[in-house]
Each structure stands twice: as C-alpha cells, then as structure tokens.
C-alpha cells in the first residue's frame, strides 16, 4: 500500500477522534449497562475498552519515544511494510470478524470496571492525535516501533500507527454491538 503521508495521518486522526466522540457519549451510560456482557465467554463495553487501554499503555509510550529519538525528515510517501501492512488489515473491521485469542495479559474479562476505563481511553486518544501531528515530521517508513508480542519484530511508524487505530476501531465495534 502506498499512500500519501500526510492524508494517511490525516485519515488516522479522523478516525481516531471518532473513536474518541464515542466513548465520551458512552460516558452518558450507567456503569451497569457498560458492564453488561452478552455472554459469559463475551466482553462487555468496558472490557472492550480495557483491553484497548492496555494496549495503549504498551503503544503510546513506544511510539512517543521512538518519534522523540529520530533525525529523519518526513517522506511524502508512506509504503506499508509486507508485514506492517498484514497486521494492520488483519484488525480492520469486516462484516464477518474473524476471532483472534488474545494474550492472557490484555484480557479484561471479568474485571471489576467503571468509567475510569473510559477516561483512560479517551486520555490515550488525545495523546494518539498529538503523536499523530507530531509524526508529521518524521518518516514514516524509516521510524521503527516494537511491537507489543517481541522486541524482535520492528514495524514501520505508519504501518504501527494503522495497527493501533484499526484495532481500536474493531473493538469499538464490537462494543457498539453490546449497546
């Protein structure tokens, strides 16, 4: 995929400031209804949220730092990485999800939360839409981030970007359907 990177990072922000208007108007629920779990095995709203919260505490930091320790220039052109490009269109939404287990460590299911979580999520949501300007002056095919599973796999900023954001759009859907 290539893409202009200024309308990437633009595109990114949008969504991401969607995501964002989303959990403020959830923040209108009661703490019962956001808790409420369609299943047993099945996430509620605030564990949906959790677990992209706990993704954000890996990402956010990771991506701010390496933004913070670079010397390049920004490209005008953003070319996903093979494998960059995989990870991020794996966690797009589709109409038929394709489930994926989770690391035991990001799974909230069955934790005692309240609107904290949210508050949390739309904090990490900000700081997403300040490091998505601040990327606008560097390149987003040399920046390398870590990925959350190994130290050893590096991810181009952009294609680490997509990852966060289409991950976050693929559990805001799933907590749009608990509504």
């Not at 997403?128 to 606008?136: D, R, S, T």
């Amino acid at each position: 995929m290539k893409i202009p990177s200024r309308k990437l990072l633009s595109d990114l922000k949008i969504k991401t400031e969607q995501n964002l208007k989303f959990a403020e108007i959830l923040l209108n629920k009661t703490d019962e209804r956001l808790n409420f779990r369609p299943s047993e095995e099945r996430w509620s709203i605030l564990e949906c949220f959790e677990h992209l919260n706990r993704y954000g505490n890996f990402y956010i930091p990771e991506i701010s730092k390496r933004i913070e320790n670079s010397d390049t220039k920004s490209t005008e052109i953003f070319s996903s990485g093979i494998l960059g490009n995989y990870f991020a269109n794996s966690m797009l939404p589709k109409e038929k999800l394709n489930k994926m287990k989770t690391f035991k460590s990001m799974n909230p299911i069955h934790s005692k939360l309240n609107k904290d979580v949210l508050n949390e999520f739309i904090a990490q949501q900000k700081q997403i839409i300040h490091l998505l300007n601040e990327a606008e002056n560097c390149n987003l095919n040399k920046v390398k981030t870590s990925i959350s599973i190994s130290n050893l796999i590096k991810l181009k900023l952009g294609d680490t970007f997509r990852f966060v954001i289409y991950h976050n759009l693929r559990h805001i859907e799933q907590a749009k359907r608990n509504l």
